[in-house]
Every structure is written in structure tokens, then in C-alpha cells.
């Protein structure tokens, strides 16, 4: 494993609307990012909003990338230039840093960053204010839970990707709890003053003491963007 080269390197988390699907795979394409997955989720707006609105759904697009600092900004430059962030339910993104990382990966994320030519103009529209990533996996169908304690606390969306737990004797043994095969898995981008009481919201409503059998934790953000586009009133509307 190799730290010191890590230490330059990002993962980027991109969540849009499903039918931005292409544009992003394109953009991703286009700059000859090493590494890039994709899956999908669901957004924490009620359908009715999308159709008040008149754009977007509830299905969403999550990409996981791996690549440079520099080629992170880049991207996040290119994703704000050609989706309009602004918009609702279009989407979020943000980056964190790697600590650790194979040294033939590392290698691999350098040599493409050399095959690369960065652009030299500064990277916009990403929020300075410190944002954490909040992962919760909890049972099955407790998403809704998960997303009422956390807009209590102050969180304004999150999205949702079904997942499989492969559980262990050990969480058995100490958490008291087994492994369900199917999870919940729930993303929530939120500023860093509100971290705490969104994470105790949710242990408290559907934690490991819980029919939920929830855990969280968070990840600290280096950048962020499509935060000032959360629908935090739907139920108004």
C-alpha cells in the first residue's frame, strides 16, 4: 500500500438525474478517467414534486471515479459547464481524499494525469464551506426513516442505492445484530455544522437498538457543488 502518493489523489462522487446518464458517462469518457463506476439510486423527493417542477425524477445516476487532485478539479469543472446544477434534483457532487491506495493503482492514476493535459483555469462553482459525506446502512425500507431524521436535524436531500450485507460472526457477537442481505445504503451531503445532530438524529430513529438496525458515519469533503439546488421545501409545494 502506498500513502504518500495518495495523499494527491481524490475520489469523486457525482449523484444526477437518470437522464443525464449519457452526458456524464461522455464527460467521463472524453477525459480518459482510469477509473469509474457507476450505478443507481433514488432521490428523497416525493415524485409529485418532480412532476410540479417539470424536470427530473426520482432515479438517479451515482458515479464513484478515481484520478488526481488536479484532474478532480478539472472534471468538477466540466460537470459544472455542462449540467446545470442550479436546477432541483439535477444533482450534487463532491471529492475526498484518498489515504491509502495500491502503489500499482497509484501509479496508474499518476501516469493518466501525465497522458492528460489539466486546464489552467480555477475550478467554479464549488462550495468553500467544509461538507461531510453522512453514509447510513440500514434494513431494508428504512429510507424514508432515515431521510425524516435527517432533514429534522437540518439536511435538505439524500439518495438512496440499494445494497447486499455480507455480515460476520463478529457483528453477530458484538453488535447483536445480523447481517440482513438486503441494505439500504443512504448518501447525505451536508455542511459540517449540521454533521452531528443529523448522525445522532438518525442513530436514535432507526439505530443498531432500532427494528432499523442503522449505522452511520461520515467522510470529510474536500469540495462540493449542487448544494444551493436541494429542495428543501417539497412538502410545501
Excluded: W
Excluded at 21 to 31: A, R
Excluded at 130 to 150: D, K
Excluded at 195 to 211: D, F, H, P, S
Aim: aromatic share 6%; with cysteine.
Amino acid at each position: 500500500m502506498v500513502e504518500s502518493s495518495a495523499a494527491k489523489l481524490e475520489a469523486l462522487i457525482a449523484i444526477v438525474d437518470s437522464h443525464l446518464e449519457d452526458e456524464l458517462c461522455d464527460l467521463f469518457q472524453e477525459n480518459h478517467v482510469p477509473i469509474f463506476l457507476l450505478t443507481y439510486g433514488y432521490g428523497s423527493a416525493k415524485s409529485a414534486v418532480y412532476d410540479i417542477l417539470g424536470y427530473g425524477s426520482s432515479k438517479k445516476i451515482v458515479s464513484v471515479s478515481l484520478q488526481t487532485k488536479d484532474m478532480s478539479n478539472y472534471i468538477l469543472k466540466q460537470i459544472h459547464n455542462q449540467i446545470d446544477f442550479h436546477k432541483p434534483g439535477t444533482g450534487v457532487a463532491c471529492t475526498i481524499s484518498i489515504s491509502s491506495i495500491s502503489r500499482v493503482l497509484s501509479m496508474t492514476l499518476q501516469q493518466a494525469e501525465e497522458n492528460f493535459k489539466i486546464g489552467s483555469e480555477s475550478m467554479a462553482g464549488a462550495s468553500k464551506e467544509p461538507y461531510h459525506l453522512i453514509v447510513t446502512i440500514v434494513n431494508s425500507g428504512y429510507f424514508e426513516q432515515v431521510m425524516e431524521a435527517a432533514k429534522a436535524a437540518g439536511a435538505t436531500g439524500g439518495t438512496l442505492i440499494h445494497a447486499r450485507g455480507l455480515g460476520s460472526k463478529e457483528a453477530i457477537k458484538y453488535l447483536g445484530i445480523t447481517i440482513q442481505p438486503e441494505k439500504d445504503l443512504v448518501l447525505i451531503l451536508a455542511p459540517q455544522k449540521n454533521k452531528l445532530a443529523i448522525m445522532e438524529n438518525i442513530t436514535r430513529e432507526v439505530g443498531l437498538n432500532t427494528a432499523g438496525k442503522g449505522i452511520c458515519f461520515s467522510l470529510p469533503v474536500n469540495q462540493a457543488m449542487g448544494l444551493e439546488s436541494s429542495i428543501d421545501n417539497f412538502d410545501e409545494l
